[in-house]
């Protein structure tokens, strides 16, 4: 279930990034990739093949998750779910 965590994670990563008005997304996805992916390669030859298989589905999942929360992220700024609605017109808000 180490998966499981990881990809909560990167859901939570991805839809910060995708919700920022800011652009961090350039720079933060690949240092999280590099940090992520190479203290994993890293070690990989270090481990035996039981873990092996969980480290790979801990960082696929950590990958999937950040790309699927970067979209949805990215879908909720986009539409301005988060915000309040947009006024119709000068004259149906003043009265």
Known sequence: MTWLAFGFLGFLIGNL????ASPIASVL???LFTLFG??????????????????SRCLA????ACLIGVYCGIAVN?????????????AASSR
Not at 41 to 55: N, P
Not at 78 to 90: E, K, W
């Open 17 to 20: 990034t995708g919700l920022s």
């Open 78 to 90: 986009a539409r301005q779910m988060l915000g309040p609605p947009p006024f119709q017109s000068v």
């Open 61 to 64: 999942a950590f990958s999937l």
């Open 29 to 31: 996805i690949p240092t």
């Open 38 to 55: 190479g203290s994993l390669l890293a070690y990989f030859s270090k481990l035996d093949e039981a873990l092996r298989i969980v480290s």
